[in-house]
């Protein structure tokens, strides 16, 4: 995905993309000029605060100024090999106290990198080719608590997940019926509106849900909790 000067500036503004008033976006990335016209398009775009950094554990060092919320890490992935890219993810993910959720953009489309990378927690993936639009769409779908993954990629994954052992059911039990009812959407491919609509709660209240669910089960995302559900449900 590549954000020139000109293709910003005649970008059509589109609508319906704005998230949660108060959130941060953190660009992960040592482009600074392309990262910086990335940032203040985003921000007149979705309200949020954005910050850049080279470093992604720069952002370890101000997670604790905004922990009480639900932030955005992009990190920016051009020129990076398979095993760069998840080492650099998995040193994150293993130091980050608080629930950030994760995507990566311009990746190269002939990585293969994205089942390895939902493992880790990842919420979705941007390719180089993405247009400005897409990248919006989709950032409002990560913090609305959805994955921005392709469809053949997903069900490649619960395909798979469906040969593998049955983790204890046991777990289960550990579950509220509510959570249970929340879960059982995930796994059908529910939205977070959708099952707030279904259930008469919330988006508030099910990204709630979800939150206990995954500390609850022990996974990092929506598909790998749709894995668990088909398993264990």
């Not at 921005?148 to 509220?176: F, H, P, Y």
């Amino acid at each position: 995905m590549v954000f020139g000067i000109m293709s910003v500036q005649k970008t059509e503004k589109p609508t319906n993309h704005k998230p949660s008033a108060g959130k941060v976006i953190y660009i992960i990335g040592p482009r600074r000029l392309q990262n910086e016209l990335i940032a203040s398009c985003l921000k007149r775009e979705t309200g949020a605060k954005c910050i850049i950094a080279e470093d992604i554990n720069h952002i370890l060092e101000n997670d604790s100024k905004y922990h009480d919320r639900s932030n955005l890490v992009l990190l920016d992935c051009q020129g990076k090999d398979s095993k760069t890219l998840l080492t650099t993810l998995k040193a994150y993910v293993e130091k980050k106290q608080f629930r950030n959720y994760i995507v990566l953009f311009d990746v190269r489309p002939d990585l293969g990198i994205e089942k390895k990378c939902m493992s880790e927690g990842i919420q979705g993936v941007f390719y180089e080719q993405d247009s400005l639009d897409i990248f919006l769409k989709g950032v409002q779908a990560v913090y609305n608590g959805e994955l921005w993954i392709s469809r053949k990629i997903m069900t490649n994954c619960i395909l798979e997940g469906k040969d593998k052992d049955k983790a204890s059911k046991s777990s289960s039990t550990n579950l509220t019926q509510r959570e249970i009812e929340v879960l059982a959407r995930i796994a059908v491919g529910a939205t977070n509106d959708e099952i707030a609509d279904k259930l008469c709660i919330s988006s508030h209240t099910v990204k709630t849900h979800l939150y206990n669910i995954f500390k609850k089960i022990n996974v990092p995302n929506r598909l790998q909790a749709a894995l668990w559900a088909a398993k264990n449900l």
